[in-house]
């Protein structure tokens, strides 16, 4: 039977290159998104991927989002939760709303995602949940305590689950990103960015095809024996 993925923040950046590589892998492949419906539509058109639009923050459209993707491509066997936003700014100038907001979607996400897909991987006894985290998870970045924290609890919740699915042949793991040349990183001020390049022994932004290769190696039966991993993909920028 052919396999089913959902990817969230599928139909751009670094979710847009996952789909694309899961489908190329023979999986059918649902890509949510928030609300840009004209890169939605454009990616659905480009790739064949139907693309579905709900909040991964907000938990009921999860569990209403992933009982559409079943009825219309079958059981979901393999989520990846890569949907995720910043809204940088230093601790004084942060907003709550700022602080709540990446923790709803970023971590959130992962959370209302798994409570929808991982009691059915756990049934049919295969299952495979990849979350993207970041190197800022890992080892923190100036101006982004929100975010930083959020990808840092991705890495956590990741160990956790992997316990609880191991026995039911549901692996959980996560990659750790570096810098990837998508809108989230053009957003950065050049200056900044080029300071950032001048860190990465590779001496270059990687590119989204780079994190979906990884992403695919650990949704296939290859990688079954890895679980609660974080797979760091980052030019050597962090060495963790
Ligand atoms: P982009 O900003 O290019 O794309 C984000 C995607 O997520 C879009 O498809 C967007 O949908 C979707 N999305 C955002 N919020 C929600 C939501 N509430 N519900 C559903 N979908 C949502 O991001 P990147 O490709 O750069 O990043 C992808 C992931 O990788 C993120 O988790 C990010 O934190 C992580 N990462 C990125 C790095 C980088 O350098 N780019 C480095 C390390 C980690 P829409 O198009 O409708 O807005």
New binding site residues.
């Given amino acids: 039977m052919t396999k089913v993925a959902v990817v969230?923040?599928?139909?751009?950046?670094?979710?847009e290159a996952i789909s694309t590589q899961l489908k190329a892998m023979g999986y059918s492949v649902a890509a949510?998104?928030?609300?840009?419906d004209e890169?939605?539509q454009a990616f659905s058109h480009r790739t064949g991927i139907e693309a579905f639009k709900?909040?991964?923050?907000n938990h009921q459209a999860c569990l209403d989002g992933c009982a559409a993707v079943s009825e219309s491509l079958g059981p979901i066997d393999i989520v990846v939760n890569?949907?995720?936003?910043?809204r940088d700014g230093v601790l004084f100038k942060m907003s709550f709303e700022d602080w709540n907001e990446v923790m709803r979607?970023?971590l959130g996400?992962c959370f209302n995602m798994a409570k929808a897909a991982f009691g059915g991987m756990r049934e049919r006894g295969w299952g495979r949940i990849v979350n993207?985290?970041?190197?800022?998870g890992q080892a923190g970045q100036y101006g982004q305590v929100n975010?930083a924290a959020a990808?840092s609890g991705i890495h956590g919740f990741t160990k956790a689950l992997a316990q609880e699915g191991a026995k039911y042949g549901v692996t959980v793991n996560a990659i750790a990103?570096?810098?990837?040349d998508?809108?989230?990183?053009s957003a950065v001020p050049a200056p900044v960015l080029e300071k950032i390049v001048a860190k990465i022994p590779v001496g270059r932004l990687g590119q989204?095809d780079e994190i979906a290769r990884g992403v695919a190696f650990l949704c296939s039966d290859a990688a079954a024996f890895i679980t609660g991993s974080t797979l760091s993909i980052n030019g050597g920028q962090h060495m963790y």
Wanted: glycine share 24%; hydrophobic share 35%; net charge positive.
């Fill in positions: 969230t923040g599928g139909t751009r950046g670094i979710g949510i998104y928030a609300g840009n890169r939605a709900w909040d991964v923050g890569n949907a995720g936003i910043t979607i970023n996400g993207i985290g970041s190197v800022n975010y990808k990103p570096g810098y990837i998508t809108d989230m990183v989204a």
